[in-house]
């Protein structure tokens, strides 16, 4: 028995369910600048960084998003170097994008990562630097990263996937699929 799933992108139009098209090309564009300060301590030796980063973002679909990373470097006696950071991202909708169309257009799409979203992440590095371990290694360092995300989709509504299952050639009704969002459910 061969299963496979055939996912069905649709945009809405008037509430009804219609095929996605998307334009063939796309050009992108970014400029960022950033600022670093060395943090000293009182033996006049740098043991800490302060880090700000913007990023500007546009494209031909219309699509203009700003990003800003604030970081702070620190070492923990000799063999930590750890990193906490936090990272806002906003984000313009495509100009193809609608929760729901109301006319027809050329270019219709309703993929959450083109709508209007904003994003907040916040997390940590951590770096430990082992001695010698074995005489073929001179240096190892452990690294550990954690970040937690969140999104905030300002124009996606109550998403229902559909795609179609198909089961040896037969292809059977569509799924709607409830997904959590933001701590609440939409189906």
């Avoid at 334009?23 to 564009?29: I, K, L, N």
């Avoid at 907040?120 to 001179?138: E, M, P, Q, W």
């Avoid at 452990?142 to 905030?152: H, K, M, P, V």
């Avoid at 299952?165 to 409830?178: A, E």
Wanted: aromatic share 12%.
């Amino acid at each position: 028995m061969v299963i496979y799933i055939v996912p069905i992108a649709a945009a809405r139009l008037l509430g009804l369910s219609v095929p996605e098209a998307y334009p063939r090309t796309r050009d992108s564009y970014a400029m960022a600048m950033g600022i670093v300060k060395g943090l000293g301590s009182n033996d006049g030796q740098l043991n800490a960084s302060a880090h700000l980063r913007y990023r500007y973002f546009w494209d031909t679909w219309n699509i203009r998003a700003h990003t800003v990373d604030l970081r702070y470097v620190t070492r923990l006696g000799d063999r930590w170097l750890v990193e906490p950071h936090y990272r806002h991202y906003k984000q313009s909708a495509a100009s193809f994008y609608a929760n729901d169309f109301t006319t027809q257009m050329v270019f219709m799409a309703r993929d959450r990562e083109l709508s209007d979203f904003s994003s907040n992440a916040l997390g940590a590095k951590a770096s430990y630097h082992c001695s010698i371990i074995a005489s073929v290694l001179t240096a190892v360092t452990l690294n550990f990263d954690y970040e937690s995300i969140r999104y905030e989709l300002h124009q996606f509504h109550r998403r229902t996937i559909g795609p179609t299952i198909c089961v040896q050639g037969q292809c059977l009704s569509s799924i709607s699929v409830g997904v959590v969002l933001d701590g609440e459910k939409h189906q």
